[in-house]
């Protein structure tokens, strides 16, 4: 009797880290601010453009994955931008770059892959909650074991969470690539909605109007 009860103790215990785990990462997954970029007409002078990319180019790019309690694992993705700014959501650049832009495309994708991802954590959170009162009800009965509803909620709501859980890891993996793959091309595109040209195809040492070739200012970092 003493084993058997301390079984049952060690699985509420373990389908409370889980569930803990679980619900952790669904909170951590929207905890970073998102910001409002915005930039000058085409129609702008080109000193107003060049100010513009000055301050919203990006720097650098980073993407880092961490173990949450639980067996969760979260993912962030940052760009800094030239005034300081860091964005952790891709489609934060939205704003700035083409509509047809491979970066707005690749944006867009992270969103709905992120958000995918959150439903899925959300639901396996759930489950595992549920998993854990069913255990939680089965350890605290007088009965000497679990009956077949108690054994069909606790099959449903196991294949539920674990299913849920990699189905949460799959989308937040291929959410944080896609956005990755949108500040690869930020640069590029920023240029492009600017309409400006900066960079070695330029002229290594200047901004250029890409609608006017005679008109180019020299680059200040």
């Keep these: 009797m003493g084993k058997s009860r301390r079984s049952k103790l060690e699985q ?9 785990g679980l619900l952790c990462l669904a909170v951590l997954a929207g905890c970073a601010s998102h910001v409002s970029l ?24 980073v993407q880092t994955i961490t173990s949450v309690g639980g067996g969760g694992t979260n993912f962030e993705n940052e760009m800094l931008l030239g005034d300081g700014t860091t964005v952790s959501y891709a489609e ?7 509509e047809n832009s491979e970066s707005a495309e690749y944006a867009r994708r992270s969103l709905n892959e992120r958000s995918t991802a959150h439903t899925c954590g959300w639901i396996s959170a759930l489950s595992a909650i549920a998993f854990g009162a069913i255990v939680v009800g089965v350890a605290s009965s007088s009965g000497s074991g679990t009956n077949g509803l108690e054994k069909a909620g606790l099959a449903v709501s196991g294949l539920s969470a674990a299913g849920f859980g990699i189905a949460n890891y799959v989308f937040h993996s291929n959410s944080s690539a896609e956005a990755m793959e949108a500040y690869r091309h930020y640069n590029e595109d920023l240029q492009r909605k600017l309409s400006i040209c900066v960079g ?9 109007d890409s609608s006017e070739s005679g008109s180019e200012l020299p680059v200040q970092k």
Excluded: F, M, N
């Design 200 to 208: 070695p195809k330029c002229g290594p040492s200047v901004i250029r």
């Design 92 to 98: 934060d650049i939205l704003p700035v770059v083409p």
């Design 38 to 61: 915005s930039v000058p007409p085409a129609s702008a002078p080109l000193a107003t453009r060049a100010e513009a990319y000055r301050a919203l180019h990006s720097t650098l790019a």
């Design 12 to 20: 509420i215990v373990t389908a409370g880290r889980c569930s803990g």
